[in-house]
Nanobody
Framework: VQLQASGGGLVQAGGSLNLSCAVSGVALDYYPVGWFRRTPGMEREGVACISSNRGLIYHSKSVEGRFTISRDSTKNMVYLQMNNLKPEDTAVYYC????????????????????????????WGQGTLVTVSS
């Protein structure tokens, strides 16, 4: 599995960005994909994910109502539309797929409940930096 996130940049508070994740090696109809972020010195945080066949969506409480995850299975792309950005959203954003089915099933709960994210459970792409100025 290969993932490549893009679309990050510098934006003022209240602004918007749309991140993209290009996925290769798996079909999105069969694999869930999540967005995560990390700031220096902090643990990786789950942001949003979308399940495989049913397309169920989960968001963390910190971004609910502001961020929206979506996918285009025909292009094998996953997106994260980020609106009303805040300085605390500044981070490197990553997209990732679970390495096993158990993690895939649990990913939505992990993200929506703010549970710890263990790097070894996912395949990660290179991140994209989002900086929100106040």
């Amino acid at each position: 599995v290969q993932l490549q996130a893009s679309g990050g940049g510098l934006v003022q508070a209240g602004g918007s960005l749309n991140l993209s994740c290009a996925v290769s090696g798996v079909a999105l109809d069969y694999y869930p994909v999540g967005w995560f972020r990390r700031t220096p010195g902090m643990e990786r945080e789950g942001v949003a994910c979308i399940s495989s066949n049913r397309g169920l969506i989960y968001h963390s409480k910190s971004v609910e109502g502001r961020f929206t995850i979506s996918r285009d299975s025909t292009k094998n792309m996953v997106y994260l539309q980020m609106n009303n950005l805040k300085p605390e959203d500044t981070a490197v954003y990553y997209c990732a797929t679970p390495r096993n089915s158990d993690t895939g099933v649990a990913m939505g709960m992990m993200i929506s409940r703010g549970l710890p994210i263990y790097d070894r459970l996912f395949d990660w792409g290179q991140g994209t930096l989002v900086t929100v100025s106040s």
